[in-house]
């Protein structure tokens, strides 16, 4: 469960962030074949509106991490 770090509401989870052309984002690392990281998946606070983007799997980041 994520709280928001402006106003410490319960934000909703698990929601997708996606280009107009209904595209979802993804993380990757660079260069024209660099290997994806992972799909970014948002929280957004139904207060304040804050949007919170996070990888739901972060296996490859840990990887990256311990290069
Ligand atoms: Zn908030």
Do not use: W
């Not at 990757?28 to 983007?53: M, N, R, W, Y």
């Not at 972060?58 to 990887?63: G, Q």
């Amino acid at each position: 469960m994520r709280n928001c770090p402006r106003c410490n509401t319960t934000m909703v989870e698990d929601l997708e962030l996606r280009t107009n052309d209904g595209l979802g984002i993804c993380v990757s690392q660079k260069g024209l074949f660099g290997s994806a990281v992972g799909k970014v998946s948002c929280a957004v606070c139904p207060e304040c509106g804050h949007i919170e983007t996070y990888l739901e799997n972060t296996d490859k980041v840990k990887k990256l991490a311990n290069k």
